[in-house]
């Protein structure tokens, strides 16, 4: 339920309400906008009668919210939020393009590459440590050593860095060591992961399931808010479909449909979603079109020796070029890249 208050409500009168609905067992969730305020009420709301708030004559509107992700829930808080990930700002009027190798290889590879997809416009350093690899006997990445790879990069180049977790007794280093936390497509509905990461400060990357619909995905992300973290950064990757000559089918259309149902921001992983590095551009600048906040693009210096997704990693050259390409599109529709 979202009580929305008259402008020129008082703060006394807020926390007259504020302790009847806490006195009621209900959880408050308040929003101030340029010119409202809203309270969301979350908890039981289905034997109270909403009618009856009214009586307070600084309450403009009541309503229901059907949907059932709340916090997440554009109704629950209308402006974007902007996600500050480590100095860098994602949501809003920005556009932010993350770079960098599948899996980290080598401490060589990625001092190499991490200047390289700087220069080129890159504000995050992107690099699997832990690798959820279809095949056991395929590179699962190389752990710790990895994160602590990616660090010294990190401090070296001042870069925050992005890494994805697979399992909560690793949380501790990615909490030391990692600016943006990335939950891949196949761990999207792992509750206890989500719990856990629900409870740190860190911001969170949410990658969407393999096959989920865009309510299943929006309500992982409303297990990290209820948890008490808002920082969250939604990011689509592509889905299954019946089509084969793609990795996945990359859902353009979530891109306007997340950007209407929640403020969250939205970035786009084209790599993923291609699956050839011939299709990424074409579908980079797509994505910015339809209202991306950013892209998370995999770039190898040397794709045909990659330890892991080579056939869609883009050299540095075409990434270079790639981001001149994305600047055009930002600029036509007035953000900032
Ligand atoms: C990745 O970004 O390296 C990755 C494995 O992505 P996804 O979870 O989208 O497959
Ligand atoms: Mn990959």
Redesign the pocket.
């Known amino acids: 339920m979202i009580i929305k208050f008259k402008n020129d409500v008082k703060e006394k009168e807020l926390d007259k309400i504020r302790k009847y609905l806490i006195n009621k067992g209900f959880e408050l969730h308040e929003s101030t906008g340029k010119s409202t305020k809203l309270i969301g009420v979350i908890g039981d709301t289905i034997s109270f009668d909403p009618e009856s708030l009214y009586a307070y004559d600084f309450v403009d509107t009541v309503l229901r919210v059907q949907e059932p992700f709340k916090q997440v829930n554009r109704k629950f808080k209308p402006e974007d939020t902007i996600v500050d990930v480590s100095g860098v700002k994602i949501g809003g009027k920005n556009i932010v393009i993350m770079g960098g190798p ?1 899996a980290v290889e080598s401490e060589s590879q990625i001092d190499e590459i991490t200047p390289i997809i700087q220069k080129a416009g890159a504000k995050i350093l992107r690099g ?1 440590a832990y690798k ?1 690899r279809t095949s056991p006997y395929s590179f699962q990445g190389l752990g710790e050593e990895g994160l602590n790879i990616l660090q010294k990069a990190k401090n070296k180049y001042n870069m925050p860095v992005v890494t ?1 977790i697979m399992s909560v007794e690793d949380l501790p280093k990615f909490i030391e060591k990692v600016d943006l936390i ?1 939950v ?3 761990n999207m509905q792992n509750f206890a992961l989500l719990k856990e990461l629900g409870k740190i400060n860190k911001p969170i990357l949410l ?1 969407r399931g393999l096959s989920s619909t865009i309510e299943e995905w929006l309500m992982s992300a409303e297990y990290i808010l209820a948890g008490g973290n808002k920082n969250v950064i939604l990011c689509e ?1 592509g889905i299954r479909t019946y089509e084969t000559s793609t990795r996945n089918t990359l859902d353009i259309s979530s891109i306007p449909v997340i950007k209407k149902l929640t403020h969250l921001p939205i970035i786009v ?1 084209p790599s ?1 979603a291609a699956g050839r590095w011939e299709y990424v551009e074409a579908l980079s600048l797509a994505a910015i079109a339809a209202g991306a906040d950013g892209l998370i693009i995999e770039v190898h210096q040397t794709p045909e020796s990659a330890l892991s997704d080579g056939q869609q990693s883009l050299k540095p050259e075409r990434f270079t070029k790639l981001i001149k390409k994305c600047k055009k599109i930002a600029q036509a529709i007035d953000k900032n890249l």
């Open positions: 599948c699997g959820p994805e990335q891949g497509t196949r990658k990757r992983d993923h």
